[in-house]
């Protein structure tokens, strides 16, 4: 007892207090609360479906309705599952800063946590396609990223490019470039076909073929070494003639008039 | 440069101190001629030939490197250099090298130029281009005895059937312009569905799994690739094939297909165009599944998939041609007879 008041001038001796005072109050609560209250709330999910539902009224009601029915200015979400919110509110699409050709990928404005409580409302709305998890998204066999390339060319590289660097499209709309883009939102912008781009459902590209492809691209942005040096963009002739033109033919040229002027009538050096 | 070295007075013979103010249009020559610090100091040109021999060496040495990094590099080799990042060793080194030993012997032969070949002023005057009038009346008077001397004006047979001989040569070169052929024939008009019957429809095989496909398997807002059966990547012909019997399938809600013909080709929605684009015949499928445009890469052609693919931007001249699909008895997608019009670009031929 002594050495507890010889130290209760101690500057951290109330803070020391505090936590006493809190974590009494804190187990005098859990220790009398009613028993019934904490049940009420059954699961971890309709919690978040909960919290979910008080984001979406804030957040997402003024555009998609206040039950997310859809209105003028933004679609239904019935049924777009959590996939799509996780895809578009991870990837700061959503919410959208204007109307426009295409929402653009920008800074994220919710966490994580947020993020899930917003797909699981929204999912509760109508089924749809469920965010995947990792093992559905990481592939660990080495012939994935081959089998990858094939199926890359055939269904993405029209609109993504062959190297993933992304493409024009009509009125101002764009394929956006794959690079250091989440391997989640890879895999789930090809299950709920985001914007203008279509989908690619399990039923016409199972989900092994998928995982193969994030892995092709994965490898393709992160791993890949590029052989010459310079990429100009992966955009193919256009930027390497243009640098062909200016860099090669401009240091040609000017070499060119730096013989020329130190000769005949020129200055003796 | 030392002093003593400079020449006492201007070479009269390498040209003249300029005009006097007093004639300001009088011609005013070549400036005075001004040697060289290689031209007078012995020195100085010695050390400018050792520079050019040792652009000259250095250029042999680049081209031994040049062969030692063939031998050298494996092919996949991958080496970081800052600032440009992962390149292939081999790619880095074959270039570096033949580019040094070029340079130096474009450099080396430049130096040599500038410092050491004789670098006297010399003017050319020009002259007019025609021949003298002596030499001119010598050629025309040929001319004339030679007209005289064929007959060619009295003989008139002999000139018009020359004439006639010299007219239809050309016609040879135009007859080797065959050789470009033969014409398509009929090759162009059909495509690997052209098989298909209502009473042997050809399924639709999804290019992704190689599988047929149900109708349900196809939903609103995907798109799906689609060949014929019996076609198989492992074929000799394959792409030869493919690049007529190619399918974009795309499922539009019902509601929103504006053409009825379009819709009745089609199954609940599900159409079935050729990704041949009409222009030139690049793969189209840059499908934007919200305003059901595809638009083609090569020259922005856009058709609008909801409106029987008609041509609403760009050089294409036809609609995509769209193939008549529907359901067999266990419920997969079926072609039962080919596309109605010749896929692909314009040909002189299409019927």
Request: hydrophobic share 40%.
């Amino acid at each position: 007892m002594k050495k507890l008041s010889a130290r209760r001038r101690h500057p951290l001796a109330a803070l020391v207090v505090l936590l006493l005072a809190l974590a009494a109050t804190g187990g005098l609560y859990a220790a009398f609360a009613p028993a019934e209250k904490a049940q009420a709330d059954t699961s971890a999910q309709s919690l978040a479906i909960d919290e979910g539902k008080k984001l979406f009224a804030v957040g997402c009601s003024s555009c998609h309705g206040l039950n997310g029915q859809g209105s003028t200015d933004g679609p239904s979400l019935v049924g777009v599952g959590s996939a799509a919110v996780d895809f578009q509110v991870g990837t700061g699409r959503m919410p959208a800063q204007q109307p426009g050709a295409q929402v653009p990928r920008k800074k994220v404005i919710y966490n994580q946590a947020e993020i899930d409580q917003l797909a699981a409302y929204v999912a509760s709305l109508g089924p749809g396609p469920v965010t995947p998890t990792k093992e559905q998204y990481t592939s660990t066999n080495p012939d994935d990223v081959s089998k990858g390339g094939e199926l890359f060319r055939t269904n993405c590289a029209q609109c993504h490019n062959f190297a993933g660097q992304g493409g024009a499209l009509t009125k101002g709309k764009y394929a956006p470039s794959l690079e250091s883009v989440d391997a989640k939102h890879i895999y789930e912008a090809m299950q709920t076909g985001p914007q203008n781009m279509p989908s690619f459902p399990d039923t016409t590209m199972p989900e092994e073929q998928k995982k193969q492809i994030v892995a092709f691209v994965r490898h393709t942005a992160n791993d890949e070494p590029n052989p010459g040096g310079l990429t100009l963009g992966s955009l193919g002739p256009v930027t390497e003639g243009l640098f062909g033109w200016i860099f090669g033919l401009g240091a040609l040229i000017a070499v060119a008039i730096w013989v020329a002027a130190h000769t005949t009538k020129a200055k003796k050096s | 440069m030392p002093e003593e070295k400079l020449p006492e007075a201007h070479d009269a013979s390498q040209g003249h101190e300029v005009a006097p103010h007093s004639d300001p249009f009088a011609d005013p020559g070549l400036p005075a001629h001004e040697p060289r610090r290689t031209d007078i100091d012995e020195r100085a040109a010695k050390r400018a030939e050792r520079q050019v021999s040792l652009m000259f060496v250095v250029s042999m040495l680049a081209t031994i490197g040049f062969i030692a990094s063939y031998v050298i590099f494996p092919i996949d080799k991958i080496v970081f250099i800052f600032p440009i990042g992962h390149v292939s060793a081999l790619n880095f080194a074959l270039g570096l090298t033949l580019g040094v030993a070029l340079f130096c012997i474009g450099a080396g032969a430049v130096h040599w130029a500038r410092t050491l070949m004789s670098d006297h002023e010399l003017p050319a005057e020009r002259h007019p281009i025609e021949a003298d009038d002596e030499v001119r009346n010598d050629v025309i008077e040929q001319f004339k005895t030679g007209a005289a001397e064929s007959g060619f004006g009295r003989r008139k047979m002999i000139r018009n059937t020359l004439i006639g001989s010299m007219a239809l040569v050309p016609l040879s070169g135009v007859v080797l312009l065959r050789d470009l052929g033969p014409l398509p024939e009929k090759k162009l008009d059909h495509t690997g569905w052209q098989k298909a019957t209502p009473a042997n429809p050809i399924p639709l095989i999804n290019m992704n799994t190689n599988e047929p496909m149900k109708a349900e398997d196809i939903v609103i807002g995907s798109l799906t690739f689609a060949k014929p059966e019996g076609l198989e990547e492992s074929d000799e012909d394959f792409q030869q094939n493919i690049a007529k019997d190619a399918l974009m399938l795309v499922r539009i809600a019902p509601e929103d297909i504006k053409d009825k013909n379009s819709a009745e080709l089609g199954f609940g929605g599900i159409l079935a165009y050729s990704k041949i684009c009409t222009h030139v015949g690049c793969p189209i499928s840059l499908y934007e599944q919200q305003t059901h445009h595809a638009l083609c890469p090569c020259h922005q052609s856009t058709f609008d998939l909801a409106d029987g693919a008609r041509v609403i931007f760009g050089p294409a001249g036809h609609p995509l041609p769209q193939l008549k699909i529907t359901i067999d008895e266990k419920g997969f997608l079926v072609a039962t007879g080919d596309f109605d019009e010749p896929v692909g670009p314009s040909f002189w031929e299409r019927s």
